[in-house]
């Protein structure tokens, strides 16, 4: 990792080393993915304003996020699949968060269960759930959370309906998978990413595989997991959730100021300022752009965290000078647990962090705190 500087170069490193299918999975976005070019491409578009001669001798990257202290203002997002990057992807990539002081999300698409991971870690992490129609089963699986301890609940509310990722049907990424020559020979070539996997504990939906009759049955599974999505979803559904989640509650996949002012009134801790990372509706605005207006209108009744496009130290302090308390990335650290593991994703972190510092050094400031609209020129 000596000589891997910034998280394209992990996702350099991870496109050779895993297979063809599952980088793309990771890389790519739905339809003609101009959401997620924009995420990267409007966050770029804004410019800092260079300080000097201030004494930044003393910058801190420590804040709060949901009350608890944190390294840094840094959440690693839910990212389904990633035991698909790397056998046990997803004790790994909670290790490497817990080892740099933030916190880790696990997708409810996880291929490591919620028990495989609360047993391979000694500190709690959160729990993204998707709301399927099987409310029995969901029920089950919050109950799961917190037999684990996992310390928030992330409900994502922008995947009721499925944006078309085309590059996914087109490398025959299904459960079972489609085979076909060049896949078997992209797999042989990957010799050290298969052993990965077959170590690993699991090869399927953990938290799904055998907890619904019949899943233990991978085309049943996929078949299961595909129907369960539930397009009823809506407002009221949250009370039902807060009945039985007890905890801290976010929620996931806001981009409009309407919305944001209702979530305020559900009594959840925290939104996620997020269009699912361009994979959901293509055409939606970037997440930075409508940042500003959702903070502005609700900033001061809930806590903001913000996804979308970061690449970045300083993409992570132009969502904070916008209204962000915290980041959550998902691809940048997809890519390093694709390159290296655990250490993949911990290289993923200290690269944020050390671009982030540098970036508060050379605006004049100290603390996260102190980061706001003034570091950024007009
Ligand atoms: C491969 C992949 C899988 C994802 N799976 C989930 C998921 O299971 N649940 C979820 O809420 N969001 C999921 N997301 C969205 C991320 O949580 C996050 O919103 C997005 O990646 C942020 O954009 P970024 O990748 O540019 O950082 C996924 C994203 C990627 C790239
Ligand atoms: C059906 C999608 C599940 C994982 C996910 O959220 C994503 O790939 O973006």
Not at 17 to 41: I, W
Request: with cysteine; charged share 20%; aromatic share 6%.
């Amino acid at each position: 990792m000596k000589h891997i500087t910034c998280i394209e170069d992990l996702r350099q490193l991870h496109k050779r080393r895993v297979p063809k299918a599952f980088f793309d999975y990771a890389d790519r976005g739905s339809y003609t993915e101009d959401t997620l070019r924009a995420n990267s491409a409007d966050l770029q578009q804004i410019k800092f304003r260079q300080r000097i001669l201030v004494d930044v001798s003393k910058r801190s990257l420590s804040t709060t996020i949901l009350g608890e202290p944190s390294a840094m203002p840094l959440i690693l997002a839910p990212v389904g699949l990633l035991g698909m990057q790397h056998g046990d992807g997803e004790i790994y990539a909670c290790r490497a968060a817990q080892a740099a002081g933030i916190p880790f999300t696990q997708s409810t698409m996880s291929i490591c269960s919620i028990e495989d991971i609360a047993a391979a870690v000694d500190k709690p992490f959160w729990f993204q759930l998707y709301v399927m129609k099987d409310r029995g089963f969901i029920k089950s699986l919050i109950e799961r959370a917190i037999a684990a301890k996992c310390s928030a609940l992330v409900l994502t509310v922008d995947l009721q309906v499925i944006g078309q990722r085309h590059q996914d049907i087109k490398n025959g990424m299904t459960v079972p998978p489609e085979w076909s020559l060049s896949k078997l020979i992209d797999f042989a070539t990957k010799p050290a990413w298969v052993s990965g996997v077959l170590q690993g504990k699991r090869r399927t939906f953990g938290n799904i595989a055998g907890h619904v009759k019949g899943t233990e049955d991978l085309t049943k599974l996929s078949e299961w997991t595909a129907s369960q999505f539930d397009t009823s979803l809506n407002w009221k559904d949250i009370d039902w959730i807060r009945s039985i989640w007890p905890g801290k509650l976010i929620l996931k996949g806001i981009l409009d100021v309407e919305d944001a002012e209702l979530a305020a009134k559900t009594g959840a801790q925290a939104i996620v300022v997020s269009n699912h990372g361009g994979r959901q509706l293509d055409g939606a605005p970037s997440s930075i752009e409508v940042l500003p207006e959702i903070a502005d209108a609700v900033g001061s009744q809930i806590e903001i965290m913000f996804d979308g496009g970061i690449r970045t130290g300083m993409d992570m302090m132009r969502a904070l000078a916008l209204g962000a308390k915290s980041c959550m990335i998902g691809r940048a650290y997809a890519y390093g647990l694709g390159a290296g593991g655990q250490e993949g994703v911990a290289k993923a972190i200290d690269i944020l962090a050390k671009e982030l510092t540098t970036t508060m050094g050379l605006c004049g400031v100290n603390t996260i705190a102190e980061i706001d609209d003034h570091v950024l020129a007009v």
